[in-house]
């Protein structure tokens, strides 16, 4: 997504011994342990640290834990059980309305200095199954699709041809994580006001080529630091970091930041059960800062 994203978790905690059958030590274990130490430390394309998510890492990002982000509804949690989840997903959508109702299209988020910005070393994203999806950027495109008048197919040198934005702003990962970058790409609304895009339409579909999907609120789209991303740090990007394209939004945070885009679709209606990867399992749909 993601960051994100597309996005980091915690997962080192050590359990007591049950006795002392297990002071002595396992070779197999500690082979295991050392091949687990190794997967934790791989590196991506460029150096970058990835992050490897294991599946008890990712069961725990339920939407327990996101509550911390609509602290109004932590009463949900300790509900009786059967008006729980109810009463959770009241939470999280009255968190959607009042992100949506504080959001400012014309409010920027913070920019920094070009001394401010972590090396592209050091900025991480997360393993998943594979880094990165194959595809031939010779022959990628962009399939635009809904309420359009010109859909179809669009290259990498077209989206290109649109006037770049650089920026420096902060990744803000749900999983507790921040890093300040740079990202260069064409504005996501200069992008849909040349294919010419509804721009009255409430949503924007993302689907993926490793399969990940999104949904955005247009006012977001439609923010001026909201990207169609081709760059980080002057370079093409990464495949670890969403090559051939992503989408790149200061305002929101990691997981809602799609990579590798395949399908964009401006609609005023949803997919069912496509709302978003992570959101389909219980996270905040809106996603903002």
């Known amino acids: 997504m993601s960051d994100e994203p597309q996005s980091s978790r915690p997962g080192n905690e050590s359990h007591p011994t049950d006795g002392p059958e297990h002071a002595e030590c396992d070779p197999l274990q500690d082979s295991k342990a050392e091949a687990a130490m190794v997967a934790r430390e791989r590196f991506g394309p460029a150096g970058e640290p990835v992050r490897d998510v294991s599946d008890p890492e990712r069961k725990r990002m339920n939407r327990r834990e996101l509550l ?12 009786v059980p059967k008006f729980q989840q109810g009463l959770l997903d009241r939470g999280l959508e009255f968190g959607d309305w009042a992100s949506a109702k504080l959001f400012g299209r014309h409010r920027l988020a913070e920019t920094f200095r070009n001394n401010d910005v972590a090396p592209l070393s050091r900025f991480p994203y997360n393993y998943y199954d594979v880094v990165a999806p194959e595809f031939d950027p010779a022959t990628w495109t962009l ?9 179809g197919e669009y290259n990498l040198e077209q ?36 294919v010419g895009a509804d721009l009255t339409a409430r949503f924007l579909e993302v689907e993926c080529l490793d399969e990940y999907y999104e949904s955005i609120d247009m006012a977001t789209v439609l923010h001026p630091q909201t990207l169609f991303c081709y760059e980080m740090y002057g370079e093409p990007l990464a495949p670890g970091h969403g090559a051939p394209l992503r989408l790149q939004m200061p305002t929101k945070l990691g997981y809602k930041q799609a990579k590798y885009l395949d399908t964009i679709r401006v609609t005023n209606v949803l997919k069912g059960g496509m709302r978003g990867y992570w959101e389909d399992q219980g996270y905040d749909w809106y996603g903002g800062l």
């Open 143 to 151: 399939t635009v699709a809904g309420l359009v008048q010109r859909p």
């Open 68 to 79: 911390k982000l609509v602290p109004v509804v932590a009463l949900g949690a300790f509900a």
């Open 159 to 194: 989206i290109t041809a649109l006037p770049k934005v650089v920026q420096n702003t902060r990744h803000v990962c749900v999983e507790g994580w921040d890093v300040i970058g740079n990202f260069g790409g064409t504005r996501a609304s200069d992008f849909l006001r040349a």
